[in-house]
């Protein structure tokens, strides 16, 4: 229990902004059996019995977003905010830890459970409301059934509406999700991006978007692809032309597969990932809570910076640099008009690599998290193939890197500065926040 008295309700926006928010009473339905992966939650048991809600809700949360057509980066983005509100809900009853940015006390004895569930049911009703009715009602209902009646499960759902409604508030015209149109110049410099597909291309509000924790969207802006006259470009180009090839005859088998593995679709496969470290790992509700806010809180700023980055610079990808490769002005590069990449290519600019912006990321958070550089992780396939186990950060970080140029849609110098906006972020976050 915090020492703060229960009236006081505070939020604190990650731009300085300071906002009081008003008390919020709800009345809310209950029933049904609990909705979601019915995964136990681990960590250090001296704290609390193993969670059971933070993992169902990460589920519901991902066949929300997947119901509602949310992209992958969206739904990256999108997790912070329920992430957040869990956190700061967990820390109003339990006290362990500082908020991250709602700032809210609980009655003595009230229910975490029932504050973190009604938290992520209010922020996912708030921006999803079109699933409310076949996926979070149920599961809000669900998780409230398992929670036994009474007092305590009164105040908890008052504290987690309180959490929710104020962190709703501080984030309004955040610019998550806002309409910025992508138009290349005609005619294209060389060497510019063009989209990919027909769709619309992804990410293009991230650059203007206000971060959780950075300071600003370029806040770790890299200094930009090589010149195309250079030889580093050189480099990079004869590298995926060689091994990032459909029909690449010097990609080893197991690169094939890597390559494949990390072109799955990349919020599923990593918060299937999540819901298996929770379950892997004993953590109670708190440090379940505090593990998915910092995931997600990183998650979110690295994609911000990296697709600042990316916007910035508008840089082609393989499969349109490769065939035309007879005019970048680069002596060095052969043209290759039959060329085509091994997996396909996501639509947005080629550099960074966002999968480098986000994945050695949270290798760092795992580390930190865990308190030993061997994060023993297991990432699980969510398209019938093998799962792949990581020993240390550092192997996840090579492997996630090679494999997006062995599937030929990434340079190495993207790969390379992608990492490092990653990393640079995950630090940067986890020194700023979560007692880490």
Same mark, same amino acid.
């Given at each position: 229990m915090s020492s703060r008295t229960s009236s006081s309700l505070q939020a604190r926006s990650l731009g300085g902004r300071r906002w009081r928010a008003p008390a919020v009473v709800a009345a809310l339905a209950v029933g049904c059996t609990m909705a979601g992966s019915g995964v136990a939650a681990a960590g250090d048991r001296s704290h609390g019995a /193993?969670?059971?809600?933070?993992?169902?809700?990460? %589920?519901?949360?991902?066949?929300?977003?997947?119901?509602?057509?949310?992209?992958?980066?969206?739904? #990256?983005?999108?997790?912070?905010?329920?992430?957040? $509100?869990?956190?700061?809900? =967990?820390?109003?009853?339990?006290?362990?830890?500082? #908020?991250?940015?709602?700032?809210?006390?609980?009655?003595?004895?009230?229910? =975490?459970?029932?504050?973190? @569930?009604?938290?992520? #049911?209010?922020? %996912?009703?708030?921006?999803?409301?079109?699933?409310?009715?076949? !996926?979070?009602?149920? $599961?809000?209902?669900?998780?409230?059934? @398992?929670?036994?009646?009474?007092?305590?499960? &009164?105040?908890?759902v008052a504290v987690g509406e309180r959490v929710a409604? =104020?962190? +709703?508030? %501080?984030?309004?015209?955040?610019?998550?999700?806002?309409?910025?149109?992508?138009?290349?110049?005609?005619?294209?410099?060389?060497?510019?991006? +063009?989209?990919?597909?027909p769709t619309p291309p992804l990410g293009t509000f991230l650059p203007g978007m206000r971060p959780f924790a950075l300071r600003s969207a370029d806040q770790f802006r890299p200094d930009g692809p090589p010149d195309l006259d250079s030889r580093r470009w050189a480099k990079d180009y004869a590298e995926v032309a060689a091994i990032g090839s459909a029909t690449s005859t010097v990609r080893t088998p197991d690169q094939t597969v890597a390559a494949r593995f990390w072109g799955e679709p990349p919020f599923t496969q990593a918060h299937a990932s999540f819901r298996l470290f929770l379950d892997q790992h004993d953590l109670d509700l708190a440090d379940a809570t505090r593990f998915q806010a910092m995931m997600s809180v990183t998650y979110a700023d690295a994609l911000i910076a990296c697709f600042d980055a990316k916007y910035r610079y508008a840089f082609w990808r393989p499969v349109t640099a490769i065939p035309a490769g007879d005019t970048d002005g680069n002596r060095r590069?052969?043209?290759?008009? @039959?060329?085509? /990449? %091994? !997996?396909?290519? /996501?639509?947005?600019?080629?550099? /960074? *690599? $966002?999968? *480098?912006?986000?994945?050695?990321?949270?290798? +760092?958070?795992? @580390?930190?998290?865990?308190? &030993?550089? #061997? +994060?023993?992780?297991t990432v699980p396939s969510v398209t019938g193939g093998a799962a792949r186990h990581f020993a240390t950060r550092q192997d996840l970080t090579s492997e996630v890197g090679n494999a997006r140029i062995w599937g030929g849609v990434h340079f190495r110098s993207a790969v390379d500065d992608g990492t490092a906006i990653g990393e640079r972020t995950a630090k940067y976050v986890l020194r700023h926040h979560f007692d880490r």
């Open positions: /193993p969670d059971a809600f933070v993992a169902a809700w990460d %589920l519901a949360a991902t066949q929300a977003l997947g119901a509602a057509g949310f992209n992958p980066v969206e739904s #990256h983005v999108m997790f912070a905010y329920v992430a957040i $509100a869990e956190y700061d809900a =967990a820390v109003a009853v339990h006290g362990r830890g500082d #908020h991250f940015a709602v700032d809210a006390d609980a009655p003595r004895g009230a229910s =975490a459970e029932a504050a973190v @569930s009604t938290a992520a #049911h209010r922020v %996912l009703a708030h921006y999803l409301p079109a699933q409310k009715p076949t !996926i979070l009602d149920p $599961a809000y209902q669900a998780a409230l059934a @398992s929670i036994p009646d009474g007092s305590a499960e &009164t105040a908890g409604a =104020a962190l +709703i508030e %501080l984030r309004r015209d955040d610019g998550f999700r806002a309409t910025v149109p992508y138009t290349p110049p005609v005619p294209a410099p060389v060497g510019t991006w +063009i989209p990919t597909a590069t052969i043209a290759d008009p @039959s060329w085509t /990449p %091994l !997996i396909p290519t /996501p639509n947005h600019p080629e550099y /960074p *690599s $966002a999968h *480098s912006c986000i994945t050695p990321a949270s290798g +760092i958070v795992l @580390s930190r998290f865990l308190g &030993t550089a #061997h +994060i023993d992780f």
